[in-house]
């Protein structure tokens, strides 16, 4: 691993930090406008998150930038692509992971929701909404479609297919296509398409289209139909997807969050690049910041409702929750980050260094490998 393959992009870092506070002022707008007066005359705070589907618009990001930066990060001049990539990837996501199931458990036990030990072990695989089991904190489900993500593109190495971005062009506008069917198709009385399916294909649709779009960026798709693929499918999200789902009968509020979602990015990786070293250093700390969050405001919450509705802490603007939270959730993440993620990571790196990394083949130099590739 060089020095390029360690470099991380701030602007990218930047939009990260970006998407983890629109999750979190979602969340926390939601759960504390009806904490006291003042909250309730400011509950424009969560109606305005509402009205431009804040979360949503935050994951749809986070999706995104999974695609502009996961397939880059695969050493595919290592006699052992495949294995490495899996292993440094499952120690970047589930040692913090792990620590959020005990401690969402407990905010669960806080709100007489205990959590079973059944319910817990099947979290502990990050498969839980593939089981039907509930899980511990509700944004698990955006890691199971991560974990999708990560082996369909061990499949397109394996096939030698990674870089091939007219054929992910094809399987993301041929994915497209399936799940508007299937919408079309639950509309219809006795055809129900299965929900979760369908929305499965179009996450994935956008995490393989941020593929397609750093391939651009880099001067990788060399040919008017590649180019054509990464702006159409663009287009379609940020004006056609929300126009196609209101006409099937799907409300707008839907689709919005994956349309600012997309032009969000957009916007982030070309236009008004920030890098910031504040909100770049939130990014380096999002996916802390993103499991945690729920597990800082749910106690907080918890205690706040058992005081008198004449209480001070009852007593603050909306958005003073919002900034309150975000600060202890920042805080909390860091601890985590510097404990616990960060080794996880390194630890990662090194088993790979052991095991695979300096094991290379005659595959270098033979069109598989994409220059300048960077693992942020």
Not at 18 to 46: C, D, F, M, Q
Not at 301 to 315: A, E, K, Y
Request: proline fraction near 4%; charge should be positive; charged fraction near 15%.
């Amino acid at each position: 691993m060089n020095a390029q393959d360690d470099k991380r992009l701030a602007y990218i870092d930047s939009l990260r930090a970006i998407a983890a506070i629109l999750v979190l002022w979602v969340h926390v707008s939601e759960l504390y406008r009806h904490i006291g007066p003042a909250a309730i005359a400011t509950k424009w705070v969560n109606d305005l998150a509402v009205t431009i589907s804040a979360g949503r618009m935050g994951v749809v990001a986070f999706f995104a930038i999974s695609g502009f930066v996961v397939p880059f990060s695969i050493k595919l001049a290592h006699r052992h692509p495949v294995r490495e990539f899996l292993l440094v990837r499952f120690f970047r996501l589930y040692p913090a992971y792990w620590l959020s199931i005990p401690l969402g458990a407990w905010a669960l036990w806080l709100w007489n929701r205990p959590l079973t030990i059944s319910e817990g072990l099947v979290n502990l695989t990050m498969l839980e909404y593939v089981f039907d089991v509930r899980p511990a904190i509700g944004l698990y489900w955006t890691l199971a479609v991560e974990l999708v993500f990560y082996l369909c593109c061990a499949i397109l190495v394996q096939m030698r297919a990674i870089t091939n971005y007219r054929l992910i062009g094809m399987l993301v506008v041929a994915a497209l296509a399936v799940q508007l069917l299937m919408f079309v198709l639950s509309r219809m009385k006795g055809l129900n398409a299965p929900y979760w399916l369908s929305m499965w294909l179009l996450n994935l649709s956008v995490m393989f289209w941020g593929t397609l779009y750093r391939a651009n960026l880099r001067g990788e798709t060399r040919s008017r139909i590649d180019a054509c693929f990464v702006w159409g499918i663009a287009f379609f999200f940020v004006v056609l997807y929300p126009i196609a789902v209101w006409m099937i009968g799907y409300s707008r509020a839907y689709s919005l969050g994956y349309s600012l979602g997309v032009l969000l990015f957009i916007v982030g990786t070309r236009v008004i690049r920030i890098e910031w070293r504040p909100l770049a250093w939130l990014g380096v700390i999002s996916y802390s910041i993103y499991l945690f969050h729920p597990v800082v405001f749910s106690p907080v919450l918890h205690w706040m409702r058992h005081l008198p509705p004449d209480s001070w802490w009852r007593s603050w603007h909306l958005g003073s929750y919002v900034i309150a939270v975000l600060l202890l959730t920042i805080a909390f993440a860091a601890i985590v980050y510097r404990f616990v993620e960060k080794p996880g990571i390194e630890l990662g790196r090194r088993l790979a260094r052991r095991w695979f990394t300096g094991e290379r083949d005659a595959r270098r130099g033979d069109g598989l490998v994409p220059a300048a590739s960077a693992a942020e």
